[in-house]
């Protein structure tokens, strides 16, 4: 079972190790498949998740959509530069950015001149365009902007590498 270290980090065993790389391969597994497949019975099976939950390790269980199914073909990969490097301009274009659909992930950046990083997925160019003309660049403090585009994707996975 796991147990909090003095560096902050949680300390896992070999079971609770086991119980996420098979959470991870599909959070949707029953309790009754997942014990199976780890090899404890049950209840003890069902405590350990739940202490990985409360733990603050096991997030949420999400459903992966097929975005090319779904008609959002281009993936871009978009370099923000802002005017302003204050907290409130920031705070501003962070905010303003999570209330946009088509952002997938943005990451603060440093080593660049770039300061943010945001990967977008939209159905084509003309969709691109209109987010790009319609929203990103009408934030405040946003002052330049360079995208690159998604030729195909070589590793796509959500999976956090857990030594066992």
Not at 21 to 42: D, F, H, R, V, Y
Not at 48 to 57: N, P
Not at 104 to 122: H, M, N, P, R
Request: proline share 3%.
């Amino acid at each position: 079972m796991q147990k909090q270290e003095s560096n902050g980090f949680v300390k896992l065993d070999r079971m609770d190790r086991r119980i996420l790389t098979e959470l991870q391969k599909n959070g949707a597994i029953s309790n009754l498949e997942l014990a199976e497949k780890i090899g404890l019975s049950p209840s003890p099976c069902s405590r350990r998740v739940k202490a990985l939950m409360d733990a603050g390790i096991v997030g949420k269980t999400v459903t992966l959509l097929n975005a090319k199914t779904l008609g959002l073909k281009l993936t871009a990969l978009i370099h923000i530069s802002m005017d302003r490097h204050t907290p409130e301009r920031f705070e501003n274009f962070e905010s303003s950015v999570k209330t946009f659909p088509e952002v997938q992930e943005c990451f603060q950046i440093t080593g660049s001149s770039a300061d943010y990083i945001l990967k977008v997925i939209v159905e084509d160019m003309d969709t691109y365009q209109q987010f790009l003309l319609g929203k990103l660049t009408r934030l405040d403090g946003v002052f330049g902007v360079q995208s690159s585009f998604v030729m195909r994707s070589v590793v796509n996975t959500t999976e956090l590498p857990i030594n066992e």
